[in-house]
């Protein structure tokens, strides 16, 4: 039995309202590849020993990252989840757990998110941190926005090394909002100094934004552009999309960043097919009220006990409206639980081996493409993953790759598909996953293909 409350009035006057003529035009700014002009043409009911079948045949079709030599990462990164994680996070205590209303009957699922943020906090070197966005690109966008509140300033300076997804959620998140940006798309062979962002600061400037490692691999120390941003006004935020690497490199709180924020789906969490993942969100105490999301807390209750609570949740269901900090209304919860579970097997010292691993891999990595005629590496610095350029147009060979089982990294002509200077670069990420062999079958493949 279907379930439409409304008649046919109450979705006229509800159109009329908006200024709309019907439903269909409230699709006006989808595509018309995109949409839909009939049902989707799908076989009739099957036993499920058969739809079984069928699955599994689909399911072949696909080269997966556990069954192939892969050096994908651009923003997701394939690492080794302990089965201890995926068994913990299935219990259905966490499992079926919603939303922390009631702390009376919450107390493990805010305990671990309180755990949860203690250790984002502690690996990004901030004050405090919250208890999961979305996502990476969608902290980001938050950031920002949250930015301008602080300073109560409308323009971010975005550099060039960011993520261009990231860069795409934030145009969307500040399309409707008075928010000016500014800074353009970066190049793998010039990366901007603290100079050249400081050119772009002025008073009416709420923060820039960095990313680190960038999204072509290289780091940078960002303590002389964090004085500039102070001098004037504005905040640092900077935006990460390897949870791993701050295992290794120096912490953006020690920098001097106001905002941290990323990608933590390298920590716990597969790479499904691009999510879902888990958001970081870290700042200063000063800017904690201005921070988007939720945040729990320790406490004892009226017999001394200790208690968890959530200590700042200042978002849409509170009735706040325009006085909300922002429009979430909830967390990662699952997957935040799976960082915090494979955060605790690792420890501080397992973290810290982890990311020297992964940095051993990228180095022996790089050595082997660097001595490929036609291969050559881009980066000075990098933690995981580095850029190249190649011969020939790196989305043309990433092909000839695959045809030999081989998936070898990230055209950056899919990250900047408008972008016909950066045809010939590709992004290489290399992990504790990839074992010698591997990295020999890539300098192999390569060697052929570029003959």
């Known amino acids: 039995m279907r379930y439409l409350p409304l008649t046919k009035a109450d979705r006229a006057s509800m159109l009329e309202t908006i200024g709309a003529g019907s439903v269909d035009d409230l699709y006006c700014d989808v595509p018309d590849g995109a949409l839909l002009k009939e049902p989707v043409d799908l076989p009739h009911h099957l036993g499920e020993m058969q739809v079984e079948r069928d699955m599994v045949k689909l399911a072949a079709k696909n080269m997966g990252t556990a069954s192939a030599p892969s050096f994908l990462g651009a923003g997701a990164y394939r690492h080794h989840v302990p089965a201890t994680v995926d068994y913990i996070i299935q219990r259905g205590e966490f499992l079926t757990a919603y939303t922390p209303y009631q702390p009376e009957i919450a107390q493990g699922t805010l305990q671990y998110l309180f755990e949860f943020q203690t250790q984002v906090a502690s690996i990004t070197n901030m004050d405090v941190a919250n208890a999961s966005m979305w996502d990476g690109a969608t902290s980001c966008a938050e950031a920002v926005l949250m930015a301008c509140r602080a300073t109560r300033r409308k323009k971010a300076v975005l550099s060039g090394g960011l993520h261009p997804h990231y860069r795409e959620v934030t145009e969307t998140y500040c399309q409707y909002s008075d928010t000016e940006l500014a800074g353009r798309d970066g190049h793998p062979e010039h990366q901007a100094t603290a100079d050249e962002l400081d050119d772009l600061i002025d008073d009416q400037t709420a923060c820039v934004v960095v990313q680190y490692p960038d999204v072509f691999g290289r780091l940078d120390d960002h303590t002389k552009l964090a004085d500039a941003c102070h001098a004037k006004g504005a905040l640092l935020i900077v935006v990460f999309t390897e949870a791993v690497a701050f295992g290794a490199i120096k912490s953006p709180g020690s920098f001097g960043a106001d905002i941290v924020c990323g990608e933590g789906q390298s920590i716990g969490n ?182």
């Open 270 to 451: 597969a790479l499904g097919y691009g999510g879902p993942y888990v958001g970081l969100f870290a700042t200063t105490s000063k800017l904690v009220r201005q921070m988007p999301g939720r945040l729990c807390g320790e406490t004892v209750d009226q017999d001394g006990k200790r208690g968890f609570v959530l200590t700042l949740s200042t978002r849409e269901q509170h009735i706040r409206r325009e006085k909300a900090t922002s429009n979430i209304c909830t967390n990662s919860g699952l997957c935040s639980l799976a960082f915090t579970v494979h955060m605790s097997l690792l420890g501080e010292d397992g973290y810290r081996k982890l990311a020297a691993i992964n940095h051993e891999r990228a180095v022996k990595t790089a050595d082997a493409l660097d001595g490929v005629a036609g291969v050559e590496v881009v980066n000075d610095s990098f933690f995981n993953e580095f850029t190249v350029k190649l011969a020939k147009p790196a989305a043309e060979v990433v092909e000839a790759l695959v045809a030999r089982g081989i998936m070898g990294g990230v055209p950056l002509s899919r990250l900047y598909p408008n972008r016909d200077d950066l045809g010939a670069f590709m992004l290489v990420a290399a992990t504790e996953t990839n074992t010698d062999e591997d990295i020999a079958a890539l300098a192999a493949a390569l060697k052929e293909v570029l003959a």
